[in-house]
């Protein structure tokens, strides 16, 4: 059956949920009124006698088959929502379900809005982050990476002090944290507070959080970072002309989920998360020395979006997210890697169509590398790289030959 009249999505002001004129007339003539709880509530028994009150609550499904049901049949049907609808809000998830041509949005003024007027802050160029009912930070991490000013959206496991506490931990602790609670009423609350103040603070669950850069990081992120910008153990970093090479057949996509295993410093995994926006890079390394290393290279370049992994290989995979793409830097050579199943357990999670870029250095490790991937039938490629680098020598100028390397790459069917 075809829904006759849209289903009407109305906005209530962050706070203090007034509704809009014409929302009030629309509740009169409503036969289903869903929504939160807390904003059922804020209803007066007489703004709709004639409703059904349906509270909103997970699983979503059920909510919108009995929606759906009732818009079918001919009712009225009105969803609450707490200020804009289709800003973090429910009006996406309905115009995905019933259609877009079937449902009717009337905003309020949405919490960002309000929360950037009270600190004067212009909001256009702010970038937004939900945490509701995540079990990660990956989005804040990775909008800490490319904004100035980011707005964060908690919930009750998420708040403003863990928050803050994933910030340190990451040893990102460049922005100041501002915290609004209870927006849009009496009891309204603006509080700046140090990261490091919030341990065991207590927050209104209605809370935004907006961080703000106080200095940008040492050494911009990008692509072709010089490798003596990287601190690391002298020959154990991917140079930049063979990192080059490996990134580019790794074919990051912006929401990509990267491995680099062996990660040594860290370089293909920082210069990785330059070119991933709203996906994961994971840097695994076994030495603690160099585990910290890749720590001190991320908080130098603001490279938060890298979860560094201090843990041997191929072990500590089991805990990881799947990996679309994946650089093995280290574990592949020399003969006390011979008789890992690293390659296995790369294959077997890797997703469909998702590419590995192995660097070998060693003929026995290049060949081993490709018969595995050639018995199952990847489409591969190797490609040798030897660069020289300009040196001084007696006044004038040489050309110093680096190791020559081996790339492979290949992609999973």
């Known amino acids: 059956m075809a829904i006759t009249e849209p289903v009407l999505v109305l906005g209530m002001s962050p706070g203090s949920l007034d509704l809009p004129a014409e929302g009030k007339d629309a ?40 929606l759906r049901s009732a818009a079918e049949s001919g009712g009225r049907v009105v969803v609450l929502a707490d200020g804009d609808p289709l800003f973090f809000g429910i009006g996406n998830m309905l115009g995905r379900e019933l259609g877009r041509e079937n449902i009717s949005v009337t905003p309020a003024l949405s919490t960002l809005q309000l929360a950037a007027a009270r600190l004067g802050i212009p909001w256009e160029r702010t970038v937004s982050v939900s945490l509701h009912g995540r079990n990660d930070f990956t989005p804040l991490f990775a909008a800490l990476v490319r904004a100035d000013t980011i707005a964060v959206f ?198 469909p169509g998702g590419r590995v870029v192995a660097h070998c250095i060693l003929l026995d490790t290049l060949h081993r590398t490709k018969a595995f991937f050639m018995e199952r039938g990847w489409l591969f490629g190797v490609t040798q790289l030897q660069a020289n680098e300009a040196d001084k020598l007696a006044g004038d100028m040489r050309f110093k030959a680096a190791n020559p390397v081996f790339v492979l790459w290949a992609e999973k069917p």
Not at 161 to 184: I, Q, S, Y
Not at 242 to 255: E, H, K
Not at 281 to 289: K, L, S
Request: charged share 25%.
């Open 27 to 66: 509740l009169s003539r409503a036969t289903i009124i869903a929504g939160g709880r807390r904003l059922l509530n804020s209803l007066p028994e007489d703004a709709a006698p004639k409703a059904e009150r349906l509270t909103i609550s997970a699983p979503l499904d059920k909510v919108v088959r009995k």
């Open 154 to 351: 908690t919930d009750e496991q998420n708040d403003p002090a863990a928050v803050a506490r994933a910030m340190l931990e990451r040893g990102a602790d460049g922005f100041t944290m501002t915290v609004l609670e209870r927006l849009g009423t009496r009891g309204e609350s603006v509080r700046r507070i140090p990261l490091e103040d919030t341990w065991g603070m207590g927050f209104d669950p209605l809370n935004i959080v907006f961080l703000e850069r106080e200095y940008p990081p040492e050494i911009p992120l990008r692509l072709g970072i010089p490798d003596h910008y990287y601190f690391h153990q002298r020959g154990l970093i991917t140079k930049l002309p063979v990192r080059s090479t490996g990134l580019a057949l790794l074919a990051v996509t912006p929401g990509s989920t990267v491995w680099d295993l062996g990660a040594g410093c860290g370089s293909v995994a920082i210069e990785a998360s330059h070119l991933v926006v709203e996906g994961h890079v994971v840097a695994v390394e076994r030495d603690r020395t160099r585990a910290a290393m890749i720590r001190e290279n991320q908080r130098r370049m603001g490279a938060w979006l890298v979860e560094v992994v201090n843990d041997a290989l191929p072990k500590c995979l089991d805990r990881l997210p799947d990996p679309d793409r994946v650089f093995i830097g280290g574990g592949l050579g020399g003969e006390s890697n011979k008789e890992t199943d690293l390659l296995k357990a790369v294959a077997e999670r890797l997703r």
